[in-house]
């Protein structure tokens, strides 16, 4: 039995007195209203996501935004009823639900339901993770899961973290500890005093042509330049090829140029591929420049039994990006970035009299905001601990290499029909393809590959997702949903077909005839 209840029910009899000019206002006062709209939410919830018989509803943006025009939002509703018919009209209705079998389009997962409760606590109560002093617990709670994370890596006690809204955000801090650290370890200067030196316009970045763009876009926010990333060429399974990227290195000293960072990817958005991580890090080690691993994909294989030993090498990493949020079954958003050494913490760390004094003293209690890019901070990790608590990381694991499999079985089946152009054997649980016609010439598959994406999202009976590579146009499955089967998959691949043939019928026809 709870021993604080007593004195939190006295307390709560004792502080019941509320204004009534401020009915909204979440407190002990209100407690039944929240109640029963929590109801009224819930029954909404349940009931869009049993009416989802499709991924969407094929609205398209100019007739939803003339809905969303229409509302005028300094005339309130006053009315819970009122205000949830809205919302199921101009959201719930329309929404791309990430749960059915048929979306298998980006990077987004189905989530857990005990991620769902925590959102609810967490919304409730409010905490802000930068201070102890806004937290509690909460602090302790992220800390705990980023110490966890810590040991899935294989990093030792020296490593530490921090939660982030998304994989950018991490990539992003890792590129500034990067920078930070190559001058005051090259030049002895301090970035977070100075700014940057003259020499920082002379330093480079190096990554696989297909990492994620947010590596390109931190390298602009932190004042390098785009040119600053050096794009290293791939090999036929999409990883890095080791060659190359010690050619564009060697040139890039040649030139007058500093390496400062290679940033590895472990599952690349489009492919799935997971770089040469050990033969990077030697690398790294032996010219003295930061290792970071993009794992915001494939960091599902850290919850595996049987796949960990294709992140072998992320250990010997300075830095990794994880998105719980991908492939951990959490609502976004979900993500941490690591690092082997805290102190590195210290280029980003500001210290504000009114929030995180510093003090030398050890004891003193932790303030996250210490090693974060933000200030005020969800408490997200409470999703992720809740999951880990109630379901459990192996069957988190189970999950991952579930996708895995059927991304294998894919890939046979689309590789046993002639209509359709296998570029890899999938690593992780992408599988990237086209529609082929011998009928059509390449500028018409391009057109035909790019116009099926959108096609079927009109329809809403699936969605999948298009990218390109080398100038050419290709279809992909990104697929992280335990309940999508191969026979969904089948389906997919049959209803592709019949929307090319109808594309091909629309732009070619005319053109065939004319001929």
Known sequence: ??????????????????????????????????????????SLIHQAIRRAKKVHSGVNHQQLSQLVANIDLSQPLHSVDKALDEIKALYLDHAVYFHHPKYVAHLNCPVAYPAVIAEQLLSAINSSLD????????????????????????????????????????????????????????????IRDHGLPAQAKRYRIFCSEVSHFSIQKSAALLGLGYNAVVPVSVDKHFKMDLDALDAAMCQAR??????????????????????????????????????????????????????????????????????????????????????????QFQHLTHHADYLNPFSDCPQAAPN???????TTRRFDALKLWLT????????????????????????????????????????????VFRFIDPQLDDEQLNTLNYQIKDELFK??????????????????????????????????????????????ARLFEKETNYE
Request: glycine share 6%; hydrophobic share 40%.
């Open 131 to 190: 201070t102890w002093d806004q937290s509690a617990g909460g602090t302790l709670i992220e800390q705990k899961l980023i110490d966890w994370s810590v040991q899935r890596i294989g990093f030792d006690s020296h490593a530490d973290g921090i939660f982030t809204s998304g994989g950018s955000q991490s990539n992003l801090m890792a590129l500034l500890l990067a920078r930070d650290d190559a001058a005051k370890r090259l030049h002895g200067h301090v």
């Open 1 to 42: 039995m709870n021993q604080l209840a007593p004195v939190l029910d006295s307390q709560s009899a004792s502080n019941s007195h509320s204004d009534p000019s401020h009915p909204y206002i979440f407190n002990e006062s209100n407690l039944l209203h929240y109640e029963m709209a929590s109801m009224q939410t819930m």
């Open 254 to 343: 040649a030139q007058g140029d500093i390496p400062i960072a290679v940033i590895a990817t472990a599952g690349t958005t489009d492919f799935g591929s997971i770089d040469p991580l050990a033969s990077i890090a030697e690398r790294c080690q032996k010219q003295q420049v930061w290792m970071h691993v993009d794992a915001a994909y494939g960091c599902g294989l850290l919850a595996t039994d049987d796949y960990t030993h294709l992140l072998s090498g992320i250990e010997h990493a300075d830095s990794v990006t994880l998105d719980y949020h991908k492939s951990f079954l959490q609502p976004v958003s979900s993500s941490a970035f690591i690092v082997a050494d805290k102190q």
């Open 368 to 374: 996250l905001v210490d090693k974060s890019l933000q």
């Open 388 to 431: 880990l608590r109630i379901m459990g990381s192996e069957q988190v694991g189970r999950v991952f290499s579930s996708v895995m499999a059927l991304a294998r079985s894919s890939f046979v089946t689309l590789k046993q029909d002639q209509e359709f152009e296998l570029v890899h054997e999938p690593e992780l649980s992408t599988l």
């Open 459 to 504: 329809q809403g009976e699936c969605a999948i997702a298009r990218t390109k590579f080398r100038g050419i146009n290709y279809l992909k499955f990104t697929l992280l949903n335990p309940n999508t089967a191969i026979e969904d998959i089948k389906t997919i691949a049959a209803e592709i077909k019949a929307c090319a043939y109808t594309l091909k």
